[in-house]
């Protein structure tokens, strides 16, 4: 089993930036991949980016590519999402995931879920 739990969501104006957490815990993350999704109420939840913890391989959905950066802390067993240029689109409950790193899809299906944080966009 791996726990997830997520921190960092909060208000943030148009253009303006926020560092969301997810701190692991349960079982070590080498054979994982870790992923962020987002999701409004009345859509389905969308993916946004991924790591493979391993080898560092980055993912990321074209919608927060040049925006969003994923990161890791090997120590911390910890994964970071970093979401600058922030849109009102960008607004969504955040989840952090888990897979197993043989996965073929970074898209998912995930295994492990957080409990999701709000980010909210204003304009």
């Known amino acids: 089993q791996v726990q997830l739990v997520e921190s960092g969501g909060g208000l943030v104006p148009a253009g303006g930036s926020l560092r969301l957490s997810c701190a692991a815990s349960?079982?070590?993350?080498?054979?994982?991949?870790m992923g962020w999704f987002r999701q409004t109420p009345g859509k389905e939840r969308e993916f946004v980016t991924a790591?493979?913890?391993?080898?560092?391989?980055?993912y990321y959905s074209d919608s927060v590519k040049g925006r969003f950066t994923i990161s890791k802390d090997n120590a911390k067993n910890t994964v970071y999402l970093q979401m600058n240029s922030l849109k009102p689109e960008d607004t969504a409950v955040y989840y952090c995931?888990?897979?197993?790193?043989?996965?073929?899809?970074?898209?998912?299906?995930?295994?492990?879920w957080g409990q999701g944080t709000q980010v909210t966009v204003s304009s």
């Open positions: 995931a888990a897979q197993r790193a043989y996965s073929t899809s970074s898209r998912g299906p995930y295994d492990y």
């Open positions: 790591v493979t913890w391993s080898n560092g391989y980055t």
């Open positions: 349960g079982r070590t993350l080498s054979s994982y991949r």
